[in-house]
């Protein structure tokens, strides 16, 4: 089947840390890979995407790197901000049917 | 543009009685989505449409649920005889090609007493 799990939370970070948030895959087929970000009292949106092994997706300083032979999409960031602090869910689509989503990673930064 | 929206953003209501929550896609999105989030937990997918039809709907609990895109546009999920597991955040999201990006609407939280 398909499934995403990610690394549990919640991760707390001193602002300009570096962050990495582990996301591996199962999916049968051919998946595009997501990761979506929820900040506080807001609803989710896409923060960046990869549509192909070995694609690298990159946003406001985030970086996901799309690994086949480890199935993995990583997130990381150089050096996090207070207004990084949000919850981060890694997610797979086949064919654009359905998205399957992991449980989140809640990631507070403090200053 | 407006972003996705959804009603009611709140909903109590108790054990046995029928509920309707609406989803009112970005204009001209074909796509729409049904999710429902648990605390906790991320989105579960439990249907979509492509315009106004339903394409897959294996993710609906039960057939106590159903929803509808008569127009192609503003969508319904309907819970009938609702229990108190039923209780979550149910998310609308919709998208202009199938498969691209996502837009998500704040939801409803869902309470069952």
């Known amino acids: 089947g398909n499934s995403v799990t990610q690394m549990e939370g919640p991760v707390t970070l001193s602002e300009e840390a570096f962050l990495t948030i582990n996301c591996t895959y199962t999916?049968?087929?051919?998946?595009?890979l997501f990761w979506y970000v929820q900040y506080p009292g807001e609803g989710l949106q896409l923060l960046l995407k990869?549509?192909?092994?070995?694609d690298k997706g990159s946003n406001k300083g985030f970086e996901a790197t799309y690994r086949k032979e480890t199935t993995s999409f990583h997130l990381e960031k150089g050096s996090v901000q207070v207004s990084d602090s949000a919850v981060y869910f890694c997610?797979?689509?086949?064919?654009?049917?359905?998205?399957?989503f992991g449980t989140g990673t809640s990631l507070t930064v403090i200053p | 543009g407006a972003g996705v929206s959804q009603s009611p953003r709140y909903k109590v209501t108790k054990r046995g009685q029928d509920v309707a929550l609406r989803c009112d896609p970005i204009?001209?999105?074909?796509?729409l989505y049904w999710y429902r989030q648990a605390l906790g937990q991320g989105p579960e997918f439990l249907t979509y449409?492509?315009?106004?039809?339903?394409?897959?709907k294996s993710g609906l609990p039960n057939d106590r649920f159903s929803a509808e895109r008569p127009e192609g546009s503003i969508s319904t999920l309907t819970i009938q005889r609702t229990e108190q597991r039923d209780s979550a955040m149910y998310r609308c999201?919709?998208?202009?090609?199938?498969?691209?990006?996502?837009?998500f609407g704040p939801g409803t939280r869902l309470t069952v007493t």
């Open positions: 999201a919709s998208s202009s090609v199938l498969g691209t990006e996502q837009y």
């Open positions: 999916a049968t087929g051919y998946p595009s």
């Open positions: 990869a549509t192909k092994a070995d």
């Open positions: 997610a797979l689509s086949i064919s654009g049917n359905q998205f399957y």
């Open positions: 204009s001209g999105h074909v796509s």
């Open positions: 449409f492509n315009y106004e039809a339903q394409q897959d």
